[in-house]
């Protein structure tokens, strides 16, 4: 099969498509794969500063859409069925095994691109909101990188839980897509006072939560936009700079700053996945749930896709169109 193998830790340079035997289904679900989604932590993994770092070559890709060939017995899902799975290696190829729990089936209506990039935004995105950051109805969300994979997750997650949703981006455009992503009210880190702008749109006050995929002085001004008992969830650090803070300003202003793991939190507590996708899959019938595709590019041309992602001209969810 067809397979796009990292072959030296260089970032987008260092793939080359290449010719590998397909993967054993062993105990797993095999899948004859669609569409790809491109993230973050795959650009990280080809540069070799991503938490987890396996030895060369290895053929990288976090998650999938497509058919599934082979499941089996006890897998909720069976052969011919439209899927979606989280897969964390192996997903830039033809054929990729994924494990059972983690392969969900395609809401109804989603085209193969669309599903492609969905499992881990939106399972982090509603990890990210409910368990860690305890969102409550009517409460106020700021979402930063509001227009990336993870940021359009999480302001169509916390409409669905009834929350105020606002949004930071770099550009026009972006807001444009944060606001029809469903951002009440989208503002510009570029325009330098985007603190206050969130100051008077909550009426002095500040937000309940900010979800933070950013870091850097982004996570350094979020702490000034908390409300009393705000909770500023870390989910990345997609500027490069990872932040410090001084616990004082913490206990001052009666806030938390929480970190989300949604990948590693899955070894200590497996059942939440099956929480969580039957909680997405509520929200992707009432609407509320609809990934925002944004560039798609054939899979031979995923080094331009993770350049898309670095050099922050992606706008939505980037996918690779497999087959
Ligand atoms: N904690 C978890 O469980 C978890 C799970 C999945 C992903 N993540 C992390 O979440 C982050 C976002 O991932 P993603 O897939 O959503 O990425 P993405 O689609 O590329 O979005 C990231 C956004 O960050 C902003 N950004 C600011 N400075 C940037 C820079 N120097 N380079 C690139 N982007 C920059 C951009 O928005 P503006 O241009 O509008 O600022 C961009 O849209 C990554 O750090 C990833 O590792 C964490």
Redesign the pocket.
Known sequence: MRALRLERLEGPEGLLLTEVPEPEAGDQVLIDVRAAGV???DL?LSRGQYQMKPSLPFVPGVEVAGVVRHAPEGAAVKAGDRVMAFTLLGGWADVVAAAPGMTFPIPEGWSFEAAAGTV??YH?AHFALHRRGRLREGETVLV????????TASLQVARGAGARVLA????EE?AEVARSAGADRAFL?TSGDWVSQVKEATGGRGVDVVLD??GGD?FDLSLKCLAPEGRLLV??????RIPEVKVNRLLLKNVDVVG????SFLLHEPGITAEISRALASLAEKGFVEPVVGPVFPLEQAAQALRA??S?T?VG??VLRVR
Do not use: D, Q
């Not at 930071?168 to 550009?171: A, F, L, R, T």
């Not at 989910?235 to 490069?240: D, I, K, N, P, R």
């Not at 989300?260 to 990948?263: F, N, P, S």
């Open positions: 993230s973050f932590p990280l881990m935004n982090t930063h990188g509001a227009a990336g994979g993870v940021g930071v981006v770099s550009s972006k880190s995929p950013v982004i989910v990345g650090f997609a500027g490069g989300v793991a949604w990948g992602l670095e922050r992606a969810k980037v």
